[in-house]
């Protein structure tokens, strides 16, 4: 099972009170159970486990009426060995009862739990930035260099077009095949076995800043969302992409099963940590290995796609290096503009421009 998966609007075959009655013996097993023997027949067993997986509210029901034995001694030292089983790879050693506790553990990952990951996995969560940064260097070199060697891929960069979107006059209908194009190229240009398909939306609300956009999917969903007006850039929708079709290669790798990297994605899909998890913070999110690369090698598409505009457009690096110096001051928030430029264009034009000065003495 995984900490992550939900099965859209699942409703179960057993009649209510017979589940609700399995349920009530299967949270006696998890208190007092002995090995695998939950006392269920196989059919019954399976039905409480399908229904714990695909319901939400059944975890926090188990959650909350187990609470008493998570918090003394014997149920928190039970708990932790069957964790630290998963996270050590030792699954031909668990029982059901532990599968189960380890389940539960991963979708409620607290301060106490957040440390034993650390402690056992710090290849996970706590992996060092040069490391990681090292790792994915090669395959952000891989996914932008062109195929015929030397230089940028120009299909990558040229898929969104410096006028493909009209940031003050937002058109769903517009936008939705350009960026429908430019997941289809990256996903080719990444390897990914299938294409996920692309749902395109215009928020109503306020502007804001996307974090990880398909958090809370369910895991095998094969469907991206790129919100735009969540982005103020051409560059920002391509990081967002870029970001959300690495977590789709990572599962492909991870169902593979092959290699290190699959079982960590698996130990890490397993034990997610959520971006609004106030119990450990956004950082704790920010640093687990998914999250991490993903973040990192949607982040440097980003840089090379500004880098890209000013290759392009060269008489434009003053200007917008002024205009750094006016957000600077405080004097302009590129927040409150339609003009498809957002922050992090005005830092490359500055850093272009000093280190043009610099070399010009």
């Known amino acids: 099972m995984r900490s992550g998966e939900t099965i859209g609007n699942y409703e179960s075959d057993e009649g209510d009170e017979k589940l609700e009655a399995l349920h009530e013996r299967y949270l006696v097993y998890m208190k007092e159970g002995i090995g695998d023997e939950s006392g269920l027949s196989d059919e019954d067993e399976e039905s409480v486990l399908v229904d714990l997986v695909c319901n939400s509210a059944r975890v926090e029901e188990y959650w909350r009426k187990l609470s008493d034995f998570r918090q003394s001694p014997e149920g928190d030292a039970f708990i932790e060995e069957s964790v630290v089983k998963a996270l050590r790879e030792q699954k031909s050693e668990t029982t059901t009862r532990e599968d189960v506790w380890t389940y539960l553990v991963g979708r409620n990952i607290d301060k106490r739990w957040f440390d034993v990951l650390v402690r056992e996995r710090p290849d996970i969560y706590a992996e060092d930035f040069e490391v990681m940064r090292k790792r994915m260097t090669s395959v952000g070199i891989d996914l932008m260099k062109s195929p015929e060697g030397g ?108 290699g290190v990297m699959a079982r960590k994605y698996k130990i890490n899909h397993d034990f997610y940590i959520g971006s609004k998890n106030k119990e450990v913070g956004y950082d704790a999110y920010r640093a687990q290995l998914l999250e991490r690369e993903a973040w990192y090698i949607g982040e440097q598409f980003g840089l090379m796609f500004r880098d890209d505009y000013f290759d392009r457009h060269p008489e434009k690096i003053d200007e917008m290096a002024k205009v750094y110096d006016e957000i600077y001051d405080g004097r302009y928030n590129p927040m409150d503009a339609t003009d498809g430029f957002d922050l992090k264009y005005y830092v490359v034009a500055k850093r272009i421009q000093s280190k043009r000065q610099k070399n010009n003495g």
């Open 151 to 258: 230089g940028l891929d120009r299909e990558l960069f040229d898929a969104l077009p410096d006028d493909s979107i009209d940031f003050a006059n937002l058109n769903e209908a517009e936008i939705t095949p350009v960026i429908t194009h430019f997941v289809e190229v990256v996903a080719r240009k990444m390897g990914l076995e299938e294409c996920p398909s692309c749902e395109v939306t215009i928020s109503k609300d306020e502007r804001t800043i996307d974090v990880c956009s398909n958090e809370g999917k369910a895991y095998n969903d094969r469907t991206i969302k790129v919100d735009v007006n969540s982005h103020l850039s051409l560059a920002a929708i391509a990081e967002t992409v870029v970001h959300e079709l690495w977590h789709q290669r990572q599962k492909e790798i991870e169902l593979r099963g092959e």
